[in-house]
């Protein structure tokens, strides 16, 4: 059953000097994430990223870049733990410091793939489930309740338009949910 986080966790490896700095991040964040910890640590040698995103078809599209680091060594251990973990939706971005002792291929691929597990241990996982979107309207005398059902069930409304009859809501959230509304 694939799993993913909420929110960002961190994980810390050290190597021979070199540090690496695990940030897992649901993967609507990995963009900005990505930029922020470019502009964070400009001393950085290397941000080495990966992530996993499920398609509609079931199908997952899935990605490990070394930033520089010789190839093999860094992204792809680094996705192969997020596959293990059977996250999805998740991404997960490493900033190496460069400790001034060269790891080796093997070495390299230890140091990324634990600072990916520390990560991935100290998150909080959550089954998978996909967002469903639906719209609801009910007259004025019955949009107090409806909208009491939906703060209660944790939906969030993405858009209200109040009509001649009353209102129509839209909302997100887990597919299980959204069908109780």
Do not use: W
Not at 13 to 31: G, I, T, W, Y
Not at 55 to 74: C, F, M, Q, V, W
Not at 112 to 123: F, L, M, R
């Amino acid at each position: 059953m694939h799993k993913t986080v909420t929110r960002a966790f961190t994980g810390y490896l050290e190597d021979r000097k070199s540090r690496f700095l695990a940030h897992l991040v649901p993967l609507a964040d990995f963009q900005c994430t990505l930029e922020a910890l470019r502009k964070e640590h400009r001393k950085a040698n290397h941000i080495v990223t990966a992530h996993r995103h499920l398609l509609e078809d079931g199908r997952i599209e899935e990605s490990g870049k070394d930033d520089g680091e010789p190839a093999g060594t860094s992204g792809m251990p680094t996705l192969r733990v997020l596959q293990g973990a059977e996250l999805v939706e998740t991404a997960v971005l490493i900033v190496r410091y460069f400790g001034g002792t060269k790891l080796g291929g093997g070495g390299l691929a230890r140091a990324y793939s634990g600072a990916a597990q520390d990560a991935i241990a100290k998150a909080e996982l959550v089954p998978f489930e996909r967002r469903k979107i639906k719209t609801v309207s009910a007259s004025f005398s019955d949009s107090s309740e409806l909208e009491t059902r939906i703060s209660a069930l944790g939906l969030e409304v993405l858009n209200r338009d109040y009509t001649g009859d009353g209102v129509v809501i839209t909302v997100t959230g887990p597919g299980s949910v959204v069908a109780k509304l």
